[in-house]
């Protein structure tokens, strides 16, 4: 009997991955043997300088990987430039996010569940709000899916990039159902994208399948080279096969990065999930799944014959021409900021897959720059959507009692996220500087000059118009100009439109009453009688913003001069993307 030869490992190569999934494993039996007091700051720090350590590796490994690809276990692991350039740009954005998910806000709350597992409304969901107690669990699980999101770009070997795909999913349907507030919708949020993630994973298992079926192997370089002579096919010359596999694979793909039509589950899930993890998704979920789109569509494009490479490019150009039309359209008329933002992702998706229909080295360059800018942009959005919040205040239905503005401010009960568009009328008055960075990100995904999202959208635009989809990026600019519309909507709704004179105001009830809340029933719409005279305490609901008790702060600053630094001097990180463009060795 032949003894076992175990292959060799250059665990330098994967060492991105393993410091990220290493720190997960810790982090489990960090819960287990740190006592609570303490538990919180220790999963917080071991977070950040796993990720920072992974940027770490992430730069010492450029160089070496710009001479030569590093292959680990005959392909199952293979570290390109183009593969090392995703590394980085998920580090970046599962950095900051983890900041936007680490903040607590003055209200001493962060935005998840105290027991996710309880449900909502029930006296058990009670008492662990008033135990004070932590999910502390959520960072762990940040971890594993950072780690998932990290192997998926960097394989030549589909199964292990569809377990990279349920390890980068499987955390974030359980992240998504741990909302402190609305905890209904959160859980349906979670239900959503579950059923639908595991449609999806269905579809790329079968296109493995075929793939494997007409290629005799998983590995794309391998079916590469039965392309080029399909003469070894265990099927023999069976093209179609072939094409429906990678459309299968592509699918799943695609629906990662919420592209139409497998983009239904965008809206309701950037809506009910937390807003911290949202931004996190947003960012770091559509930067993994768009590299491994780049690298099985332009590995398999290359062995492709003309009239078969054709097919999958008019695949490419109506899904890219939907998922633009639908982000754009569909996004105007939305007034809940979240889904506003969840139709503008689904519109960017569209931006990147027009970069990409090419197949070619300036388009993969594009695609790289344009992930860190809409990556910066949409983390530091969601992030100031987590400091404006709703508030109850109370006081006398007499007019000395409110003001020009509403009623006078009292101390109320700080409630969950305001996300009604509505809500943002006068923003700019109450908070200029937070105003100002969410403005920015918003002119940034709108694609205007001196902002990141322009030096983008002329990348994946000018990629579009080399490889002769001159009408497909003239689609896209006319998208891109439909989007500044609700961009600007928000804008104009923070900085020219006054605040409402009453906010919900309602007279003997009391919108701190319900169960989704983080907040005591009753205590407002009262009666106070004084002599013959009964007044009515009217409780209303205004917005206010919380302050940044530092991370989120810091956070919003870092994305809000990256945006800035990408739009006005962006020949560094076009160099560093150009070096890193190449997909194969």
């Given at each position: 009997?032949?003894?076992?030869?175990?292959?060799?490992?250059?665990?330098?190569?994967?060492?991105?991955?393993?410091?990220?999934?290493?720190?997960?494993?810790?982090?489990?039996?960090?819960?287990?043997?740190?006592?609570?007091?303490?538990?919180?700051?220790?999963?917080?720090?071991?977070?950040?300088?796993?990720?920072?350590?992974?940027?770490?590796?992430?730069?010492?490994?450029?160089?070496?990987?710009?001479?030569?690809?590093?292959?680990?276990?005959?392909?199952?692991?293979?570290?390109?430039?183009?593969?090392?350039?995703?590394?980085?740009?998920?580090?970046?954005?599962?950095?900051?996010?983890?900041?936007?998910?680490?903040?607590?806000?003055?209200?001493?709350?962060?935005?998840?569940?105290?027991?996710?597992?309880?449900?909502?409304?029930?006296?058990?969901?009670?008492?662990?709000?008033?135990?004070?107690?932590?999910?502390?669990?959520?960072?762990?699980?940040?971890?594993?899916?950072?780690?998932?999101?990290?192997?998926?770009?960097?394989?030549?070997?589909?199964?292990?990039?569809?377990?990279?795909?349920?390890?980068?999913?499987?955390?974030?349907?359980?992240?998504?159902?741990?909302?402190?507030?609305?905890?209904?919708?959160?859980?349906?949020?979670?239900?959503?994208?579950?059923?639908?993630?595991?449609?999806?994973?269905?579809?790329?298992?079968?296109?493995?399948?075929?793939?494997?079926?007409?290629?005799?192997?998983?590995?794309?370089?391998?079916?590469?080279?039965?392309?080029?002579?399909?003469?070894?096919?265990?099927?023999?010359?069976?093209?179609?096969?072939?094409?429906?596999?990678?459309?299968?694979?592509?699918?799943?793909?695609?629906?990662?990065?919420?592209?139409?039509?497998?983009?239904?589950?965008?809206?309701?899930?950037?809506?009910?999930?937390?807003?911290?993890?949202?931004?996190?998704?947003?960012?770091?979920?559509?930067?993994?799944?768009?590299?491994?789109?780049?690298?099985?569509?332009?590995?398999?494009?290359?062995?492709?014959?003309?009239?078969?490479?054709?097919?999958?490019?008019?695949?490419?150009?109506?899904?890219?021409?939907?998922?633009?039309?639908?982000?754009?359209?569909?996004?105007?008329?939305?007034?809940?900021?979240?889904?506003?933002?969840?139709?503008?992702?689904?519109?960017?998706?569209?931006?990147?897959?027009?970069?990409?229909?090419?197949?070619?080295?300036?388009?993969?360059?594009?695609?790289?720059?344009?992930?860190?800018?809409?990556?910066?942009?949409?983390?530091?959005?969601?992030?100031?959507?987590?400091?404006?919040?709703?508030?109850?205040?109370?006081?006398?239905?007499?007019?000395?009692?409110?003001?020009?503005?509403?009623?006078?401010?009292?101390?109320?009960?700080v409630l969950g996220e305001a996300t009604r568009l509505a809500q943002w009328a006068g923003l700019g008055r109450k908070a200029p500087w937070l105003t100002a960075a969410f403005s920015l990100f918003l002119l940034s995904m709108a694609g205007i000059p001196l902002t990141a999202g322009f030096v983008a959208k002329f990348g994946v635009f000018s990629a579009a118009v080399e490889a002769g989809a001159w009408p497909l990026a003239l689609l896209g600019v006319l998208a891109s100009a439909v989007s500044v519309f609700f961009y600007v909507r928000v804008i104009v709704l923070m900085v020219l439109t006054p605040a409402p004179g009453g906010d919900q105001a309602s007279a003997g009830t009391s919108s701190a009453g319900s169960a989704e809340d983080d907040v005591p029933a009753g205590g407002s719409g009262t009666a106070t009688v004084t002599g013959a005279a009964t007044r009515t305490l009217v409780?209303?609901?205004?917005?206010?913003?919380?302050?940044?008790?530092?991370?989120?702060?810091?956070?919003?600053?870092?994305?809000?001069?990256?945006?800035?630094?990408?739009?006005?001097?962006?020949?560094?990180?076009?160099?560093?993307?150009?070096?890193?463009?190449?997909?194969?060795?």
């Open positions: 009997m032949n003894d076992f030869v175990a292959p060799p490992i250059d665990w330098a190569a994967v060492s991105p991955v393993l410091i990220v999934l290493a720190a997960g494993v810790l982090g489990v039996l960090l819960e287990a043997f740190v006592p609570e007091r303490a538990r919180r700051t220790t999963q917080l720090t071991l977070t950040l300088a796993a990720l920072a350590g992974s940027l770490v590796a992430v730069g010492l490994l450029w160089d070496r990987v710009q001479e030569n690809a590093l292959s680990v276990v005959g392909g199952s692991y293979l570290l390109t430039p183009f593969g090392l350039g995703v590394q980085a740009v998920i580090g970046v954005c599962a950095l900051l996010g983890v900041l936007v998910v680490a903040e607590r806000t003055t209200t001493g709350q962060d935005a998840f569940a105290p027991a996710a597992a309880a449900v909502p409304g029930t006296a058990y969901e009670d008492e662990t709000r008033r135990a004070g107690l932590q999910q502390t669990e959520i960072y762990p699980l940040l971890l594993f899916s950072t780690g998932g999101m990290l192997l998926f770009p960097a394989t030549d070997d589909l199964i292990v990039m569809f377990v990279a795909l349920e390890v980068l999913s499987l955390p974030l349907y359980v992240l998504c159902a741990t909302a402190r507030r609305r905890r209904l919708l959160s859980q349906e949020a979670a239900f959503k994208y579950f059923v639908l993630g595991a449609f999806a994973s269905a579809l790329f298992v079968f296109g493995i399948a075929l793939v494997y079926g007409f290629a005799g192997t998983v590995r794309l370089q391998g079916v590469v080279q039965v392309l080029a002579d399909p003469s070894v096919s265990p099927l023999g010359s069976m093209p179609a096969l072939v094409v429906v596999g990678l459309l299968l694979v592509l699918s799943g793909l695609l629906f990662k990065i919420g592209a139409a039509p497998l983009h239904a589950w965008t809206p309701d899930v950037y809506q009910g999930a937390p807003t911290p993890i949202t931004g996190f998704m947003a960012a770091c979920t559509k930067a993994a799944a768009m590299g491994a789109l780049v690298r099985v569509l332009f590995t398999l494009a290359n062995g492709l014959d003309p009239a078969t490479r054709h097919d999958v490019e008019v695949a490419l150009w109506a899904v890219a021409i939907l998922t633009m039309l639908i982000g754009t359209v569909v996004g105007a008329v939305q007034t809940d900021v979240k889904r506003l933002l969840a139709y503008s992702a689904i519109a960017h998706a569209g931006f990147l897959l027009v970069g990409v229909v090419g197949m070619d080295e300036a388009g993969s360059r594009a695609v790289l720059f344009y992930l860190l800018a809409y990556g910066l942009a949409s983390i530091g959005a969601f992030a100031v959507v987590t400091l404006v919040r709703e508030r109850t205040v109370s006081g006398d239905d007499d007019a000395a009692h409110r003001t020009a503005d509403g009623p006078v401010p009292d101390d109320g009960v409780s209303r609901t205004v917005v206010t913003v919380v302050g940044s008790r530092g991370p989120a702060a810091f956070a919003i600053a870092v994305c809000a001069v990256g945006v800035l630094l990408l739009g006005i001097l962006p020949a560094g990180a076009l160099d560093l993307a150009a070096q890193a463009a190449q997909f194969r060795p």
